[in-house]
């Protein structure tokens, strides 16, 4: 599997606020990807040591959010993982939990996922919906909410956070290719993403298009600080 241009850039400031499936509204950002992919990922079957429950203990207290975010190690998103557990721009480790999102705002009830932040601290809210897919699925879009991290969103922060997202899926569908079977909307949210990803080629191309011509992304800036060049 080759994955192209999209890792070998090394990326400054970014944005936050608002971002979910199909319809989402921001985001937020500091990020430094991996120079290449790595030729093998980590092993998707986690092991939760004492140790490593300790490290996210200012993030949360759901074992499920923690075997996602720990999915993530050794993969191309690996960055997002550590951004989780407080190297972002705020400094403090990112909160992490299901939530009903129709409570914060109806307007949010369909969405996927939300990146919020309050007083100072970054929060990613999964659809209370999602809370039994596979932690593979769930780590896809932690990747993708993790670069979210200020209140200066893009269209090419999006297609930034989007195509990573569908190359995380991709790696880890690599290793488990049953994965792409089961019979969950987080599932096919991830499949579409990568079908679309495949379809350019592993780069941002047609991920770009769809993003572009999202309802929920108009009125965005072409560009926010870190995320300047489209040639992503």
Same mark, same amino acid.
């Given at each position: 599997?080759?994955?192209?241009?999209?890792?070998? =850039?090394?990326?400054?400031?970014?944005?936050?606020?608002?971002?979910?499936?199909?319809?989402?509204?921001?985001?937020?950002?500091?990020?430094?990807?991996?120079?290449?992919?790595?030729?093998?990922?980590?092993?998707?079957?986690? &092991?939760?040591?004492?140790? &490593?429950?300790?490290?996210?203990?200012?993030?949360?207290?759901?074992?499920?959010?923690?075997?996602?975010?720990?999915?993530?190690?050794?993969?191309?998103?690996?960055?997002?993982?550590?951004?989780?557990?407080?190297?972002?721009?705020?400094?403090?480790?990112?909160?992490?939990?299901?939530?009903?999102?129709?409570?914060?705002?109806?307007?949010?009830?369909?969405?996927?996922?939300?990146? @919020?932040?309050?007083?100072?601290?970054?929060?990613?809210?999964?659809?209370?919906?999602?809370?039994?897919?596979? =932690?593979?699925?769930?780590?896809?879009?932690?990747?993708?909410?993790?670069?979210?991290?200020?209140?200066?969103?893009?269209?090419?922060?999006?297609?930034?956070? @989007?195509?990573?997202?569908?190359?995380? @899926?991709?790696?880890?569908?690599?290793? =488990?290719?049953?994965?792409?079977?089961?019979?969950?909307?987080?599932?096919?949210?991830?499949?579409?993403?990568?079908?679309?990803?495949?379809?350019?080629?592993?780069?941002?191309?047609?991920?770009?298009?769809?993003?572009?011509?999202?309802?929920?992304?108009?009125?965005?800036?072409?560009?926010?600080?870190?995320?300047?060049?489209?040639?992503?």
């Amino acid at each position: 599997m080759k994955f192209k241009n999209i890792y070998k =850039k090394i990326f400054g400031l970014g944005t936050l606020f608002f971002a979910c499936v199909f319809c989402m509204q921001s985001a937020d950002a500091i990020m430094e990807p991996p120079a290449g992919v790595p030729q093998k990922i980590a092993p998707s079957e986690v &092991v939760l040591t004492d140790a &490593v429950m300790k490290q996210y203990r200012g993030s949360t207290k759901d074992i499920r959010l923690i075997y996602a975010a720990e999915t993530l190690k050794g993969t191309v998103a690996d960055y997002s993982r550590r951004a989780i557990l407080g190297d972002n721009l705020t400094g403090k480790p990112i909160k992490l939990e299901f939530r009903d999102l129709a409570v914060l705002n109806p307007k949010y009830a369909d969405f996927d996922a939300l990146g @919020w932040k309050q007083k100072g601290r970054l929060h990613i809210f999964i659809n209370i919906k999602h809370q039994y897919a596979p =932690k593979e699925a769930l780590a896809a879009v932690l990747a993708h909410e993790a670069i979210h991290q200020d209140e200066l969103n893009s269209l090419n922060e999006e297609v930034y956070c @989007w195509t990573l997202e569908a190359a995380v @899926w991709t790696q880890l569908t690599d290793d =488990k290719p049953e994965l792409t079977d089961i019979s969950s909307a987080l599932v096919s949210r991830e499949n579409t993403i990568k079908k679309l990803f495949v379809k350019g080629n592993y780069t941002s191309k047609y991920i770009r298009k769809s993003v572009l011509s999202n309802a929920g992304y108009q009125g965005l800036p072409s560009r926010s600080p870190g995320f300047e060049d489209e040639d992503l």
